[in-house]
C-alpha cells in the first residue's frame, strides 16, 4: 500500500529556479528517504533523513522532515534542465527491515 | 560500488507463458531483496520481500503463485511471473538491502515486461 502523499504531482520551473516538493506519510517512520527517477529508468538514491533528525543538506538539495506533522520536504536550489525527473520520497519503518513505502511521486520539468 | 544489476532489461513475451528476472547485488552480500511493480506514470508497489533461504513475505493483494521469489543466494533474487497475461505487463524493479547494518538501499535498473 502507498504511504505518502506527495505535492505537487507535478511542477514545471525555468532552470534556475528553486523546486519545493513536499510528501506527507501516516505512520511512525525510522527514516525517510528521497529518490529521483529518469523516465524509465530506475532510481536514484538522493538523501536519508533519521527520524531524529530535522534538516539535512547535500549540495543543491536539502530535505527538512517535521515528525510532528508526518511530513517532509526536498528543496532543489539552483534548478538544471538535467535535474527533470520524478522524485519519490520513501519510508523506512521502525522495525528496520529495510521495507520502504513510496510515495506517489512528483514530476519534475526545468526549463532551459 | 554498491550496484544491483536486472536481467533482462526488457523482454516481451506470449500470454500463459512465464517470464524469469533475475536481481543481482554485484559488489556485496544482501540478506533481503524487495521487488517493486510500477504502472506508467505511478509510483513504485512493494510486491514482496525476499529474504535469502527462506519463503518470501508478499504484501497484501500479491498472488504468491503468481509472481515466484527465489532468494536462492545472498547476491542473487529471481521473480517469475507465470502464465503471464497482459495485465502483468510492468516495469520491475528490484532492491538490495545490505547485510550490514543500515538503511540503504540500492536498485536495481528495472526490467520493462509485455505480454502480448
Known amino acids: 500500500s502507498q504511504q505518502g502523499e506527495e505535492d505537487p504531482q507535478a511542477l514545471s520551473i525555468q532552470e534556475g529556479e528553486n523546486a519545493t516538493m513536499n510528501c506527507s506519510y501516516k505512520?511512525?517512520?525510522?527514516?525517510l528517504q528521497w529518490y529521483r527517477q529518469n523516465s524509465g529508468r530506475g532510481l536514484v538514491h538522493l538523501i536519508l533523513i533519521r527520524s531524529n533528525e530535522r534538516e539535512k543538506h547535500s549540495g543543491r538539495l536539502r530535505v527538512t522532515l517535521d515528525t510532528s506533522k508526518k511530513s517532509s520536504s526536498l528543496l532543489i536550489t539552483a534548478s538544471r534542465a538535467a535535474d527533470t525527473a520524478s522524485y519519490f520520497c520513501a519510508t523506512g519503518g521502525s522495525s528496520n527491515t529495510g521495507k520502504l513505502i513510496f510515495g506517489q511521486g512528483t514530476t519534475l520539468q526545468v526549463k532551459p | 560500488g554498491a550496484v544491483v544489476s536486472q536481467h533482462p532489461s526488457w523482454v516481451i513475451c506470449k500470454s500463459g507463458t512465464s517470464v524469469k528476472i533475475e536481481c543481482r547485488s554485484l559488489d556485496f552480500q544482501a540478506t533481503t531483496m524487495f521487488w517493486y511493480r510500477q504502472f506508467p506514470k505511478q509510483s513504485l508497489m512493494l510486491m514482496a520481500t525476499s529474504n535469502e533461504g527462506s519463503k518470501a513475505t508478499y504484501e497484501q493483494g500479491v498472488e504468491k503463485d503468481k509472481f515466484l521469489i527465489n532468494h536462492a543466494s545472498l547476491t542473487l533474487s529471481t521473480l517469475t511471473v507465470t502464465s503471464a497475461h497482459p495485465e502483468d505487463s510492468s516495469f520491475y524493479i528490484c532492491?538490495?538491502?545490505?547485510?550490514?547494518?543500515?538503511?540503504?538501499?540500492?536498485f536495481g535498473p528495472g526490467t520493462r515486461l509485455t505480454v502480448t
Open positions: 505512520t511512525s517512520i525510522n527514516n
Open positions: 532492491s538490495a538491502h545490505p547485510t550490514r547494518i543500515g538503511y540503504e538501499q540500492y
